[in-house]
């Protein structure tokens, strides 16, 4: 596995999986600018997104309110056409946070945890090997 920032070509994979925490509806910029500027090589493979943000108890596209994918990005996955697209659940850690951040959690009064869903990552990634094997 390697930060999307580390990744400098995709020749030598032939199975991608990428995915990227959500902040304010959008990827974190590593991420978004791997799946863009590799968008034809992208297509040329069996390809995998997800996204993990939401926090709180409940289905994570409910929480967002039918959120699942950026909708900026969402015009390349369309043309790659990925094997799936997941969207989990995410964590909140306060004492990760900086000081704005902090504010943007209080304000939009996000829940503080970690609400990842370990069977359900687990059941998707188990997909993925298996239709890689």
């Known amino acids: ?5 580390r990744v400098r070509d995709l ?3 032939g199975a991608v999986v990428l995915g990227s925490g959500v902040y304010a509806g959008n990827w974190l910029k590593g991420a978004a600018s791997l799946l863009t500027t590799n968008e034809a090589a992208l297509a040329t493979r069996p390809v995998w997104l997800f996204s993990d943000g939401p926090t709180g108890e409940g289905d994570p596209s409910e929480l967002m309110k039918g959120w699942r994918f950026p909708q900026a990005l969402q015009p390349v996955a369309d043309r790659i056409k990925p094997r799936s697209i997941a969207f989990f659940h995410g964590v909140i850690d306060p004492a990760t946070l900086g000081f704005g951040e902090r504010l943007i959690v209080k ?12 069977a359900a990552i687990e059941a998707w990634a188990g997909e993925i090997a298996a239709a890689c094997a």
């Open 1 to 5: 596995m390697l930060s999307a920032e």
């Open 107 to 118: 304000a939009i009064k996000a829940p503080t945890g970690d609400y990842r869903d370990w």
């Open 11 to 13: 020749t030598p994979y």
